[in-house]
């Protein structure tokens, strides 16, 4: 059995025993470069003695050996230090897991290079690649050299393949200091040890021939052993040529990917474009476009924008002359959209100067007037960044066929394919000309390919049937196609009426005598010939460019798109589906879809999941088929006219279906992504708003302040009977103090400690949130408090009464869906390890009261997690987070960000991806040149390096240019170097225009601007400006003359350039964020609830916990945490209401009033208002929803449910929903792991189903059958599971048999050999230990997502073999695996080891 093998099974079994191996051959299960030892009890005895000395020195017991036996000889000595050394080192060459979570997390830029001062590791592997260089070999003669006693004292059966000892001889100094005297025996040793001539040392002296020759013959010349040594040379050449362990060696690939260190990573990090623009177009990087097809693009890119930009015909001109301004800033300049936005503004707005007519009546208002209308908002910049690389995708794909078509060109030319090309405007269009291009020439094409191997990845064809129609193309049938009629290419023109209109002609006999005088070969008979016929001109038809050009316009123009559901989806779509809004659906036309797009994109989605079909169809189909065949058909009145005219008939049905199937795809395409870029923008919109909100203002503090703020949150427990978290924060984001309250309704101690809390630390705001209902209660109560303590805020000047005052503290609700996704995140636990989550929520809230743009900058890609939209989930996460990304983009650059503070604090610098031309990876690489130069930055030029200060270049000058004008630096009045515009919005290139303006509103001269700057430098100007504190003089400017005069002299559009100049020249960095939005009521009811107007609302029936039963009115609890009241009148006329309900119970009710402000609620239990069902309303145009079909399905559930009895059944438990299982995942879904549903069973009324949630997106279904029934409906006193779990009631088996299971759950995934991810992803963590722990053997758990109530262990032996997996069953109060049961993880992870120390012994017993 192999040293791994015995790690992992190890007697003791430990469930963390992961012992420090030394490394092993896998192939030989011993040490490396070390023979298959000999039977040799001296050798074992050696052994056993080196492996004990080394444990104690690696355990620091012993260090040397001098003190014990002071009599040794300088020999001994030497050897046992070497034996030391060279233990320690092959110690020191192993990386072990913590090295490895060094190098890949704590310092993820790792990279292994040479450095001026090394560590001992380090020269450790310099003396290893050193070793490159290949020794001599050592002969037989010299296999009894003194030498081998030199280099390693051990017997031959341990030869060491390590390198010669004076090859380290220098290292080995560094590492172990010796006194002059040691150091003078040791030379002398080895002086006298090292022969001066490599050979055989033996000495011959008074031994004659004879004497020489028996000894030859008693000890052998060495050549038995040749072949030890050819082995010992190969490893020692395997050493040598090993190769330096790299990142790629240890980690996966898909690890290097999501740390952004892979080679790519690198190209992008440090390549000087925008790091946005290099993702985008990386597809497209060998892709060069000439000048006219960059003007191409621009009017391709205009068409497209302009129908929905509602302008004026005035303005397409200019309109259309902006998109191509704009692309040339993105393609040409290089510059992202925030720099276009903020920069270069006059480019997109249209000017337009004009008499001002108020001057007849005010001498002294300007000549003219400046009228401006926007052409392109920040919106359409990205649009029009997005249309680039479809633009891109769409050239790249018509030069492909237009050089497939060149190649063509020699043999045949095509007028179709000539004049479409040009003409195409869209991928669909391409698609069909490469269709038609692969029908038509086939044959060329193949030709093509054979002489040029690079045609092959042009030819992408859509059939696999040329070869049939090619048989017919070389065949007399193909005679009989001509005589149908017109070309297809011939019919879509008259179709499109593009030309004059051309007729059929008949041939002059009929179609079966001239198919029988075409027949040969390859069709023998005449109906061959005319099948034949048929199918090549409906095929031609179905390829021609044209035919599907006319087809689409017409789907397009004409379509109705109607849904009809499967016979899944009949009973899966019921009411509370979200799919049942569409399940009915008809005649809903292209345009109707357009304007409700998550319509369209709920309903592919229901139909990838089999639930329904989409169907696509024209409205005017009749007419669409009559009018084809009429420009089709011969125009002749005659028999033979009509027995031609059949035929055409019968190609046109041919070709009809064909074509309506492809085009249909297309269409559906086509809508899905239309739908998808709507529903896209108006997430990024709903985004966009969140983000735009400055932190919480104190009042009389401007906007931008940072408050002190006081969270408190009672998470999902009752606030009077469980703790309430809460965190003191300072405006500068540190935690001043954290604790909890308990019942602050009625505790007045509790109550007191709050009050003494806030005049303590005087916070500006309380905020409270929480995850239940509960929590409305703590709002009341600290409101009360407030109120009735008198808490105030602190004191601000009113500006109505010229007066200090201070009002009472403002007790507010926060959002928190950023805090419940940081509380458990590992940013959390890294920022506070000892925290309790809760406290962890708290920080959260307050952070984002503080900035709420900064915690959503923090939340990366897990951003999609947040419900922007109702319908986001439909939408591709790709292309979601993309677009939210950009509305961050957006936010960053118009808030700006102050570059040393980022490099002091990790929440601002997760801005940092965020700032134009930057992106996460040269984010990391901004932060680490910083850093290089001396961690602050003084000046943005300095960020492109400045060689008199010894500053190295940070980002490239194209980089710079990007976000110079972004990343502020606070401006120092009291350092001569800092200077104000470094401080403002303005951009580098404009400060000289900004220094005129300032001189300007100060009233100097050119000689007095150059006397103030050659005395204090080029931003003295400025300076001055602020230090005498005149900057509203710049108001008094009319920057419109001096607009002109720039656009005149230097073809320079600055005049929202010059209005921006103005602003920061007042205000540097003004917050142009709104206030902090408050919650509206839903949205309160909503977080706390998880309810809204579709999920609750008056006319539901819902389930209701009975809390209080008095005389005339209950007291009960909805599921979603609210309180109801029922009124004795409500729920029986005939009955007293303690007769029918009591404490406990779980009753259906209709929801007759809810108040979303209070969180109280108004239910009826009357007969006649339970009988008549909640029906959802939805808004469908007339004539769109199939009502009949939809009474069928439902008298035909009817039925069905009248066998099974599913749908009478109820049963008295609180946990019992009537969901089917669908619904039960469905509810299961946002509730916590080990939460439980009883429902009813489809097997019958003798079985109830109960479905728990393993973990997430994992649900068990459990089946119960129940014995000794009262009657049908009642619950059986015994209830089964499995044929062997017996339980009396449903409590019993709730908590001891799923309860149970769900803590066992709980238990193997708290285990830190359990691995989150599926079975690959564990196994590729498995591979990927090995390959950087290849002397271990290990293994690790994973849930089996399919088998719910399963598990993995995934366990790998050695670095070659396989990873192995043996299922684990949850079983109630156990696991078990391989048929035996264990009580606990220990226990498992021990039988385990045991099983498979049993399963190998018998392999090797059956092998012998």
């Avoid at 929905?308 to 005035?314: A, D, R, V």
């Amino acid at each position: 059995m192999s040293n791994s093998m015995r790690d992992l099974i190890d007697g003791e079994a430990e469930l963390d025993d992961e012992e420090d191996d030394e490394s092993f051959d896998e192939e030989a299960g011993d040490h490396p470069r070390r023979r298959p030892n000999i039977d040799d009890s001296s050798e074992e005895e050696e052994d056993d003695e080196d492996e004990e000395e080394a444990r104690k020195i690696r355990e620091g017991f012993i260090v040397d050996e001098d003190e014990e036996d002071e009599a040794e000889d300088s020999d001994a000595r030497e050897r046992r230090r070497r034996k030391k050394r060279r233990r320690e080192r092959e110690e020191e060459e192993q990386l072990d897991e913590e090295d490895l979570d060094l190098i890949g997390e704590a310092i993820p830029e790792w990279e292994r290079k040479p450095q001026p001062q090394q560590t001992k590791f380090k020269r450790l592997k310099r003396g290893h690649r050193d070793d490159h260089r290949p020794t001599e070999r050592r002969g037989l003669a010299e296999i009894f050299s003194d030498e081998d006693e030199e280099h390693d004292d051990r017997g031959y059966g341990r030869p060491s393949g390590r390198p010669q000892a004076d090859e380290f001889d220098d290292f080995i100094e560094d590492d172990y200091p010796e006194d002059d005297e040691e150091r003078r025996h040791r030379e002398e040793d080895e002086e006298v040890a090292r022969p001066k001539d490599r050979g055989l040392n033996i000495d011959t002296t008074g031994l004659d021939k004879d004497a020489l020759e028996d000894m030859d013959a008693i000890f052998g010349n060495g050549e038995d052993y040749e072949w030890a040594l050819q082995l010992e040379e190969e490893q020692e050449h395997a050493e040598r040529t090993k190769e330096d362990i790299e990142l790629q060696d240890v980690f996966e690939p898909s690890q290097l990917k999501e740390k952004l260190l892979t080679d790519d990573d690198n190209k992008i990090r440090f390549n000087d474009e925008p790091e946005r623009f290099q993702l985008d177009r990386r597809a497209f990087k060998n892709l060069q476009m000439t000048s006219d097809q960059f003007k191409e693009e621009a009017r391709w890119i205009s068409n497209l924008m302009l129908p929905s930009k509602g302008l004026s015909s005035e303005l397409h001109g200019p309109f259309n002359k902006a998109v191509g301004k704009v692309l040339e800033f993105f393609v040409i300049d290089g510059v992202e959209v925030p720099y276009v936005f903020q920069h270069r503004r006059d480019y997109l707005i249209h000017a337009k100067k004009m008499r001002n007519p108020n001057r007849r009546d005010d001498p002294d208002a300007p000549e003219y007037t400046v009228d401006a209308e926007k052409l392109l908002t920040q919106d359409d910049l990205w649009k029009v960044l997005d249309l680039d690389i479809r633009f891109r995708s769409f050239l790249e794909k018509r030069n492909a066929l237009e050089s497939t078509y060149d190649k063509l060109k020699e043999k045949t030319r095509d007028d179709t394919l000539e004049e479409m090309i040009r003409q195409a405007q869209t991928i669909e269009e391409l698609q069909d000309l490469q269709d038609y291009l692969n029908f038509q020439y086939s044959a060329e094409l193949k030709d093509l390919a054979a002489n040029d191997n690079s045609a092959q990845r042009e030819i992408k064809r859509a059939g696999g049937r040329t070869a049939q129609f090619e048989r017919i193309r070389r065949s007399s049938a193909y005679k009989f196609v001509q005589a149908l009629g017109i070309t297809p290419d011939r019919l879509a023109k008259n179709i499109l009426r593009e030309s004059k209109k051309v007729t059929s002609e008949d041939d002059s006999r009929l179609p079966d005598d001239l198919a029988d005088a075409l027949v040969d070969a390859d069709f023998p008979t005449g109906e061959q010939v005319i099948n034949a016929a048929r199918q090549m001109l409906a095929e031609e038809m179905f390829a021609s460019p044209r035919m599907r050009k006319h087809f689409r316009k017409n789907f397009y123009g004409m379509g109705i798109v109607s849904c009809r559901r499967t016979d899944k989806g009949l009973r899966k779509i019921d009411e509370a589906n979200p799919y049942y809004e569409v399940k009915y659906l008809k005649n809903m036309s292209i345009a109707d879809l357009a304007v409700r797009p998550e319509l369209f994109l709920k309903m592919m989605k229901a139909e990838e999941e089999g639930l329904i079909e989409i169907k696509v169809s024209l409205e005017n189909d009749k007419e669409f088929r009559q009018q084809l065949f009429s420009d089709f058909a011969s125009e002749n009145f005659s028999e033979l006219a009509d027995k031609w005219n059949e035929q055409r008939q019968k190609v046109i049905d041919l070709a009809f279906d064909k074509l309506v199937k492809v085009i249909v795809k297309g269409v559906k395409d086509s809508l899905r992504t239309a739908c998808q870029d709507e529903l896209l923008k108006t997430c990024r919109e709903l985004y966009f708003k969140r983000l735009d909100q400055a932190p919480y203002k104190p009042k009389g503090m401007v906007i931008g302040t940072t408050p002190r703020v006081l969270v408190l949150s009672n998470g999902m427990g009752d606030p009077n009977r469980e703790p309430v978290s809460w965190v003191s924060m300072d405006e500068d984001g540190r935690i001043l103090e954290h604790g909890t309250f308990t019942n602050l309704a009625r505790d007045e101690s509790q109550r007191e400690a709050l009050a003494e809390l806030v005049r303590r630390r005087l916070p500006d705001v309380i905020g409270i949130s929480g995850f239940s209902a509960d929590t409305h209660r703590l709002i009341k109560d600290v409101e009360g408090l407030v109120s009735e303590k008198g808490l105030v805020g602190p004191e601000y000047d009113d500006t109505e009464t010229n007066e200090y005052r201070s009002d009472l503290l403002e007790v507010i609700v926060i959002n928190d869906e950023v805090a419940r996704l940081y509380k458990d995140s590992p940013r959390a636990v890294s920022d506070h390890p000892s925290l309790h989550p809760m406290t962890r929520y708290c920080i959260g809230l307050a952070r984002y009261m503080q900035n709420p743009m900064k915690e959503y900058a923090a939340l990366g890609k897990d951003v999609t997690s947040l419900q922007i939209h109702p319908y986001q989930q439909y939408l591709p996460q790709a292309r979601l987070l993309k677009h939210l990304e950009t509305a961050m983009v957006d936010m960053v650059n118009l808030v700006g960000v102050d570059i040393n503070v980022a490099m002091q604090d990790a929440n601002t610098a997760h801005l940092l991806p965020y700032v134009a031309g930057l992106g996460p990876r040269k984010a990391q690489l901004l932060i680490k040149g910083i850093n290089k130069n001396g961690g602050v930055v003084t000046s943005r030029d300095e960020l492109v390096g400045d060689p008199e200060r010894h500053k190295l270049p940070v980002l490239g000058p194209r980089v710079w240019n990007n976000c110079a004008s972004f990343l502020f630096i606070e401006y120092e009045p009291t350092n001569p170097e800092s200077d104000p515009l470094d401080n403002t919005r303005i951009h580098p290139e404009d400060y000289d225009l900004a220094r005129k303006v300032a001189a300007d509103a100060l009233g100097l001269d050119e000689e007095d601007v150059k006397a103030e700057t050659d005395e204090n430098g080029a931003g003295a100007i400025v300076r001055k400006l602020f230090k005498d504190d005149e900057q509203d003089k710049v108001n008094e400017l009319i920057l419109e003359e001096y607009a002109e005069q720039l656009e005149r002299e230097y073809q320079q559009r600055k005049r929202a350039t010059l209005e921006t100049i103005r602003a920061e020249l007042q205000v540097p960095y003004e917050e142009l964020r709104k206030k902090f939005e408050s919650l509206t009521v839903d949205q309160v009811f909503t977080m706390l609830t998880g309810e809204n107007r579709d999920s609750l609302c008056e006319g539901m029936i819902v389930a209701a916990n009975v809390r209080v039963v008095k005389d005339d009115f209950a007291i009960v609890k909805l599921d979603c945490g609210i309180e109801g009241r029922v009124e004795s009148h409500d729920v029986s006329y005939r009955h007293s209401i303690k007769d029918v309900l009591h404490v406990g119970q779980v009753v259906q009710a209709k929801l007759i009033d809810l108040n979303r402000k209070e969180f109280v609620s108004k239910l009826s239990m009357r007969d006649e208002e339970m009988r008549r069902p909640f029906r959802r309303h939805f808004d469908h145009g007339r004539d769109q929803w199939d009502y009949r079909k939809e009474d069928e399905d439902r008298e035909e559930l009817r039925e069905k449910d009248k066998a099974t009895g599913r749908a009478q059944r109820v049963v008295n438990h609180p946990l019992f929903k009537p969901f089917n299982s669908t619904q039960a995942e469905e509810y299961l879904g946002s509730q916590p792991s080990g939460e439980v549903v009883i429902r009813p069973s489809s097997k019958g009324n003798d079985h109830l189903a109960i479905t728990w949630k393993v973990a997430d997106g994992v649900f068990q279904h459990v089946d119960v059958l129940e014995l000794q029934k009262e009657n049908e409906f009642a619950v059986g006193r015994t209830l089964r599971v499995a044929g062997k779990y017996t339980y009396q009631d449903l409590d019993e088996l709730i908590v001891d048999h799923v309860k149970a299971m769900a803590k066992k759950v709980d238990e193997l995934m708290q285990c830190d050999k359990f691995q989150k991810g599926s079975r690959n992803e564990t196994e590729k963590w498995l591979t990927t230990y090995m390959d950087a722990n290849p002397n271990r053997s290990t293994y690790a758990f994973c849930i089996d997502t399919k088998h719910p109530g399963y598990f993995f262990l995934c366990f790998k032996a050695s670095r070659n073999s396989r990873v192995n997996a043996w299922p684990v069953r949850v079983i109630p109060h156990a696991f078990e695996l391989m048929k035996s049961q264990y009580p606990d993880v220990r226990a498992l992870c021990n039988g385990f080891k045991l099983r498979y120390q049993s399963e190998m012994l018998k392999q090797q017993s059956g092998g012998r």
